[in-house]
């Protein structure tokens, strides 16, 4: 009892000390970083509101598109000819164009990229590490259109040795090279899934008798699978959203052919077309557009939420 | 110098091995690239009874114990000389599969690392990999048996091992272990991240245990050494400096030394 006393007095006693030097109103130095917190939260506001804006335009110009165009028409018609008559709109076609360089895309690069994720975290040595990281990164930053340009310039006539009858603007192609460009992100985001697997699981394992291959196979990705899993949704959303590369290696034929050498028109290409043409402002055709951003940019938009949520349940695994 | 109760605990060089010892050290030096992190470590590991290793943080305990299993192969750097014999054969000789080593001879960590699978294929796994054919439900009941954890979890077997307590994960990470059927098992400090109860459930355990394995326990918990072990090594900066019957370490220690660090004397 006479211990809490006293310690309360020293308590008070440091207060009055404190109180007699300095006040307890905001400093002027204060005021200079409420100044910045409210920059800063207008800038955080900006982009915000910018993004808000272009949903709502994207759907408001999205709905006059169904008052002329019906949605059975819209998403289950097989032909794509808004531009000319007769005008149908069906956008199965650029759908499916999408569909077939995202498929090919993915399938060259989810099993390279996760071959290398693989190697990165699990066999290669830190040297090593060192020097193929920033490669992947570098190759991660290269613009879409040399892509698209080294599709046309090399892939095609290379392909056009082994298959003499594919077209100058083909699906396999871009598929390549859009397989190329998403590589590095399933390599370094698997990557890092894998490497956020903790050690001690590895040891766990190898004390059991296991070698290195079953350890990674059956420990190390099983445990990261998530992330991995994450990884390849965020590339595949890329490769549906990929524009320059698509436009330049499939060109501009809506086409709902089976064959990967034929043209095609993904929806972003077809966006390409109509925002370089000479469509007028404010008819249907222009309309489109709005139509096919939106489609687009839900699908795209549905991926990323799925891929968010399979990466938080990750998360929950070792909190 | 060093008086011993037991003959059989220190080796001879270039002789066979004891018939009473599960593993031989002869000369064992560890070394961090430059760093020698053990100096010309010798004693015998006898057969189903339980070898204390203590001493001070730093002194080279945790890297004496992985290298009898090989486990130091990971560490970037490592390098180990000497001899550690076990059924006759160098550990690290050169025809020597490690994968093998750390099949016959099994540990459990510091800090209980189940895998993110059921409890059941936590303990099924090492088995399955290892080429084991049979119905894995008599060797998972078995093993978690013999872990003094069956009854816990006998009704939830398929659930995660994540949602398991600390003390009950380290339990499975040792029927993990004993599932391997090793000859003997390393536990480097297997407490040291549990309550008093669970801490007397794993020291019960391993004196059941030590009928069919031969245990070596790394500790800071002097009680613990005293309580569960046979046989105890003092290490000192990387130096063994005494090793004896477990009781001799705790009443009588020969060199002073010892006795100052299991009394908690630091000098
Ligand atoms: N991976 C490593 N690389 C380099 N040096 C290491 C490594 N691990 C341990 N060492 C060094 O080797 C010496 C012995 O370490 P060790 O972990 O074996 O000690 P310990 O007796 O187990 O200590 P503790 O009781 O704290 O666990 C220490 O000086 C340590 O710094
Ligand atoms: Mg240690």
């Given at each position: 009892m006479a211990k809490e006393m006293q310690a309360d007095t020293t308590v008070a006693g440091q207060s009055s000390v404190l109180k007699a030097t300095s006040s307890i109103s905001l400093s002027k130095a204060r005021w200079g970083e409420s100044a910045i917190k409210i920059w800063l939260a207008l800038c955080a506001f900006v982009s915000v509101v910018t993004t808000a804006a272009i949903v709502i335009l994207l759907f408001s110009e999205t709905l006059n598109f169904f008052e002329s165009v019906s949605p059975a028409e819209f998403?289950?018609?097989?032909?794509?000819?808004?531009?000319?008559?007769?005008?149908?709109?069906?956008?199965?076609?650029?759908?499916?164009?999408?569909?077939?360089?995202?498929?090919?895309?993915?399938?060259?690069?989810?099993?390279?990229?996760?071959?290398?994720?693989?190697?990165?975290?699990?066999y290669a040595s830190d040297r090593?590490?060192?020097?193929?990281?920033?490669?992947?990164?570098?190759?991660?930053?290269?613009?879409?259109?040399?892509?698209?340009?080294?599709?046309?310039?090399?892939?095609?006539?290379?392909?056009?040795?082994?298959?003499?009858?594919?077209?100058?603007?083909?699906?396999?192609?871009?598929?390549?090279?859009v397989g190329i460009m998403i590589l590095p992100m399933v390599a370094t985001l698997s990557d890092n899934a894998l490497r956020a697997v903790p050690i001690s699981l590895r040891q766990g394992a190898y004390a059991l008798g296991a070698t290195s291959y079953e350890v990674t196979t059956r420990v190390v990705v099983p445990a990261g699978l998530s992330g991995v899993m994450a990884?390849?949704?965020?590339?595949?959303?890329?490769?549906?959203?990929?524009?320059?590369?698509?436009?330049?290696?499939?060109?501009?034929?809506?086409?709902?052919?089976?064959?990967?050498?034929?043209?095609i028109q993904t929806?972003?290409?077809?966006?390409?077309q109509v925002s370089l043409g000479d469509t007028p402002t404010g008819g249907i055709a222009y309309q489109t557009l709005f139509a096919v951003a939106t489609l687009l940019f839900v699908i795209t938009l549905v991926i990323n939420i799925v891929s968010q949520i399979i990466l938080n349940r990750f998360r929950e695994v070792y909190d | 110098?060093?008086?011993?109760?037991?003959?059989?605990?220190?080796?001879?060089?270039?002789?066979?091995?004891?018939?009473?010892?599960?593993?031989?050290?002869?000369?064992?030096?560890?070394?961090?690239?430059?760093?020698?992190?053990?100096?010309?470590?010798?004693?015998n590991i006898r057969r189903n009874r339980i070898t204390a290793i203590i001493g001070p943080s730093g002194c080279g305990k945790s890297t004496l114990l992985r290298s009898l299993n090989r486990m130091n192969d990971f560490v970037e750097g490592a390098r180990v000389e000497g001899e550690l014999l076990f059924a006759d054969e160098n550990l690290y000789g050169k025809d020597v599969d490690p994968v093998e080593v750390r099949r016959r001879i099994g540990m459990v960590f510091q800090k209980p690392n189940p895998f993110p699978k059921s409890i059941y294929n936590n303990i099924a796994w090492g088995p399955l990999i290892n080429g084991y054919s049979d119905s894995t439900d008599e060797l998972v009941e078995k093993s978690l048996k013999q872990a003094a954890l069956w009854d816990e979890v006998k009704d939830r077997l398929h659930d995660s091992a994540l949602n398991l307590s600390g003390g009950q994960q380290q339990r499975l990470c040792i029927a993990r272990a004993l599932a391997m059927e090793p000859e003997v098992l390393l536990m480097d400090e297997?407490?040291?991240?549990?309550?008093?109860?669970?801490?007397?459930?794993?020291?019960?355990?391993?004196?059941?245990?030590?009928?069919?394995?031969?245990?070596?326990?790394?500790?800071?918990?002097?009680?613990?050494?005293?309580r569960v072990s046979d046989y105890t090594a003092f290490m000192e900066m990387g130096d063994l400096i005494e090793f004896n019957v477990t009781k001799r370490i705790f009443t009588r220690p020969s060199v002073k030394r010892t006795e100052e660090y299991v009394t908690g004397r630091f000098g």
């Amino acid at each position: 009892m006479a211990k809490e006393m006293q310690a309360d007095t020293t308590v008070a006693g440091q207060s009055s000390v404190l109180k007699a030097t300095s006040s307890i109103s905001l400093s002027k130095a204060r005021w200079g970083e409420s100044a910045i917190k409210i920059w800063l939260a207008l800038c955080a506001f900006v982009s915000v509101v910018t993004t808000a804006a272009i949903v709502i335009l994207l759907f408001s110009e999205t709905l006059n598109f169904f008052e002329s165009v019906s949605p059975a028409e819209f998403f289950f018609g097989t032909t794509w000819t808004p531009l000319f008559e007769p005008s149908s709109f069906g956008v199965l076609p650029l759908i499916w164009g999408t569909m077939l360089v995202t498929i090919g895309a993915a399938i060259i690069a989810i099993p390279t990229g996760l071959a290398s994720a693989i190697y990165l975290s699990e066999y290669a040595s830190d040297r090593v590490r060192k020097i193929i990281k920033p490669v992947l990164e570098l190759l991660a930053g290269i613009p879409t259109v040399v892509y698209g340009y080294f599709a046309l310039t090399f892939v095609t006539p290379a392909l056009r040795n082994v298959f003499p009858d594919i077209q100058v603007f083909n699906a396999l192609s871009a598929a390549i090279v859009v397989g190329i460009m998403i590589l590095p992100m399933v390599a370094t985001l698997s990557d890092n899934a894998l490497r956020a697997v903790p050690i001690s699981l590895r040891q766990g394992a190898y004390a059991l008798g296991a070698t290195s291959y079953e350890v990674t196979t059956r420990v190390v990705v099983p445990a990261g699978l998530s992330g991995v899993m994450a990884s390849f949704l965020l590339a595949i959303s890329r490769a549906i959203g990929e524009t320059m590369a698509v436009t330049l290696a499939a060109g501009q034929t809506p086409n709902m052919s089976l064959s990967m050498f034929e043209s095609i028109q993904t929806m972003t290409a077809y966006i390409v077309q109509v925002s370089l043409g000479d469509t007028p402002t404010g008819g249907i055709a222009y309309q489109t557009l709005f139509a096919v951003a939106t489609l687009l940019f839900v699908i795209t938009l549905v991926i990323n939420i799925v891929s968010q949520i399979i990466l938080n349940r990750f998360r929950e695994v070792y909190d | 110098m060093i008086e011993f109760q037991d003959p059989s605990i220190l080796p001879e060089i270039n002789t066979p091995m004891n018939k009473k010892s599960a593993l031989e050290l002869r000369k064992v030096n560890i070394f961090y690239s430059d760093n020698q992190a053990v100096k010309d470590v010798s004693f015998n590991i006898r057969r189903n009874r339980i070898t204390a290793i203590i001493g001070p943080s730093g002194c080279g305990k945790s890297t004496l114990l992985r290298s009898l299993n090989r486990m130091n192969d990971f560490v970037e750097g490592a390098r180990v000389e000497g001899e550690l014999l076990f059924a006759d054969e160098n550990l690290y000789g050169k025809d020597v599969d490690p994968v093998e080593v750390r099949r016959r001879i099994g540990m459990v960590f510091q800090k209980p690392n189940p895998f993110p699978k059921s409890i059941y294929n936590n303990i099924a796994w090492g088995p399955l990999i290892n080429g084991y054919s049979d119905s894995t439900d008599e060797l998972v009941e078995k093993s978690l048996k013999q872990a003094a954890l069956w009854d816990e979890v006998k009704d939830r077997l398929h659930d995660s091992a994540l949602n398991l307590s600390g003390g009950q994960q380290q339990r499975l990470c040792i029927a993990r272990a004993l599932a391997m059927e090793p000859e003997v098992l390393l536990m480097d400090e297997p407490c040291s991240a549990l309550d008093p109860i669970s801490t007397a459930h794993i020291e019960d355990l391993m004196f059941e245990l030590k009928e069919r394995y031969t245990i070596v326990i790394v500790t800071h918990n002097m009680q613990q050494a005293a309580r569960v072990s046979d046989y105890t090594a003092f290490m000192e900066m990387g130096d063994l400096i005494e090793f004896n019957v477990t009781k001799r370490i705790f009443t009588r220690p020969s060199v002073k030394r010892t006795e100052e660090y299991v009394t908690g004397r630091f000098g």
